[in-house]
């Protein structure tokens, strides 16, 4: 079974504007970890942001908040003021079991995003 | 703060021929693990190392193998190489606080 999905293969902002990428995640453990990543075509998987699931507080980093509803195991990305660099694939994932346990990250297929002025 | 380095960028090899890729972490970071990306999908968990020692391993044949240095560096090694083995191969490292940071990969290609 499917652990982690992005329904979004592709998607479209305009310059400026906030764009919100989807996941849920499917898990029995109470807890676990969840993780954004942004990949452009040169391949290097830049982290975004983390969200424990123990943390009461939807994560922010600068211009990434994790929309993170944990009854409907879902932990949207969204990004605000999208600029052309945005551009990139966007990679979901899930650690399961408490950090520092192991760090096997289970991958979403992706949602490529395309940023147009 | 150095992030993590991986080595070498691109590499081509033919079948049947082995290749050691490498990985030196975070500093201060004692957990390295390794993931397979092929075009078009998602990384795929290989191995987690610890310590020294393995804590984890993905759904991968025994030609694939790895271990940790003293350094907390790594070397991930695969033998018998396969057509299918062309890859994007990352290595990540992480402390205690659970965030995973990945380096830029090493671009395997099998001939």
């Known amino acids: 079974a499917q652990k982690i999905t992005q329904t979004q293969p592709g998607m479209f902002v305009q310059e400026k504007e906030a764009v919100t990428l989807d996941c849920t995640y499917d898990?029995?453990?109470?807890?676990?970890?969840l993780f954004w990543y942004k990949q452009p075509s040169s391949g290097e998987m830049i982290f975004l942001i983390y969200?424990?699931?123990?943390?009461?507080q939807n994560a922010t980093e600068g211009r990434y908040s994790l929309n993170f509803q944990k009854a409907r195991k879902s932990a949207n990305l969204v990004i605000s003021a999208s600029q052309l660099g945005d551009s990139a694939m966007y990679f979901c994932?899930?650690?399961?079991?408490?950090?520092?346990?192991?760090?096997?990250?289970?991958f979403g297929t992706g949602t490529q995003l395309k940023v147009e002025l | 703060d150095a992030g993590v380095t991986q080595s070498p960028t691109h590499l081509i090899k033919t079948r049947g021929q082995h290749v050691t890729l490498r990985c030196s972490p975070i500093?201060?970071?004692?957990?390295v693990s390794w993931y397979q990306q092929v075009l078009g999908q998602g990384p795929q968990f290989i191995f987690q190392?610890?310590?020294?020692?393995?804590?984890g391993r993905g759904n991968f044949p025994d030609r694939f193998s790895a271990r940790q240095f003293p350094n907390y560096s790594s070397e991930l090694n695969v033998n018998a190489l396969l057509l299918g083995d062309s890859a994007l191969y990352l290595c990540?490292?992480?402390?205690?606080?659970?965030?995973?940071?990945f380096g830029s990969g090493t671009q395997l290609s099998v001939l």
């Open positions: 990540a490292s992480s402390g205690t606080a659970g965030k995973l940071f």
């Open positions: 500093s201060g970071h004692k957990s």
């Open positions: 898990t029995s453990d109470q807890s676990y970890g």
């Open positions: 969200q424990g699931s123990y943390d009461e």
């Open positions: 190392y610890y310590e020294k020692e393995e804590r």
């Open positions: 994932a899930m650690r399961e079991g408490r950090a520092g346990g192991g760090n096997k990250l289970t």
